[in-house]
């Protein structure tokens, strides 16, 4: 099977502009999560998506949101871009989702806001 | 916060010796996972424990999991330079409907060959 995959691998952006990550699950897999990770907070996790519908939301503003579409891929997107917003994301897919469950990583989007 | 804590923060250890990480976290859970990062990458599953669990063994990982204590450890035997890596604990909680896999800060392991 293939693995989880992320798009694109690396992104730069200007503060106030709005971006879109794209995540493909592994085949079969209906829980997509996304997760943010900097050096300074590590990883925190922004949401998941199960069946198309958000399950749980992190503690994180507005301007970050997200959807699952019915093949389960899934995207997220940053809505005016702050410097703070650098970081790597990471979406994983894990079989039923929940959190008893081990989960798949992608390798990542690299974002640098500037 | 609701991180995790881990530490030590950095190991630094020779080829061939064991690596020992410890974790803490603060809720009461379903399971504790182990993951490992390879610098900047995706993560890894290691292993993962169930909270009516004490230890478990993973070909060269062990791991105990003490629940009154709210705390876990990954052993790594006979380690490797291949090892070197950032290893991640991660809980899940048995509290309210959260679904959400919580997770350590981390502990940065280098191997020396």
């Known amino acids: 099977k293939a693995g989880v995959t992320q798009t694109p691998r690396y992104l730069i952006k200007t503060r106030g502009q709005q971006v879109t990550l794209s995540c493909s699950p592994i085949?079969?897999?209906?829980?997509v999560s996304w997760y943010q990770q900097t050096p300074g907070q590590g990883l925190q996790f922004l949401f998941e998506?199960?069946?198309?519908?958000?399950?749980n939301k992190g503690n994180f503003p507005g301007r970050f949101s997200g959807r699952q579409f019915s093949n389960s891929r899934s995207e997220m997107n940053v809505s005016t871009l702050e410097l703070g917003d650098s970081a790597l994301y990471l979406c994983?897919?894990?079989?039923?989702?929940?959190?008893?469950?081990?989960?798949?990583f992608g390798p990542g989007t690299r974002l640098t806001v500037t | 916060s609701q991180q995790g804590e881990e530490d030590p923060q950095a190991l630094s250890i020779q080829e061939g010796e064991n690596a020992t990480m410890n974790c803490s976290y603060k809720?009461?859970?379903?399971?504790l996972q182990w993951y490992r990062q390879n610098s900047g990458r995706g993560l890894v599953h290691l292993i993962l424990?169930?909270?009516?669990?004490r230890e478990k063994h993973s070909g060269r990982l062990r791991v105990t999991l003490d629940t009154s204590k709210k705390s876990s450890s990954l052993l790594i035997t006979a380690s490797r330079a291949a090892d070197t890596a950032s290893y991640f604990c991660?809980?899940?909680?048995?509290?309210?409907?959260?679904?959400?896999?919580?997770f350590g800060s981390g502990t940065r392991l280098l191997v020396r060959p």
């Open positions: 085949s079969g897999h209906r829980s």
């Open positions: 994983a897919s894990s079989l039923r989702g929940g959190n008893s469950y081990e989960q798949y």
């Open positions: 424990i169930r909270s009516n669990e």
């Open positions: 991660a809980s899940g909680s048995s509290m309210d409907s959260s679904y959400k896999l919580i």
């Open positions: 809720t009461s859970i379903n399971n």
């Open positions: 998506y199960f069946s198309e519908t958000q399950r």
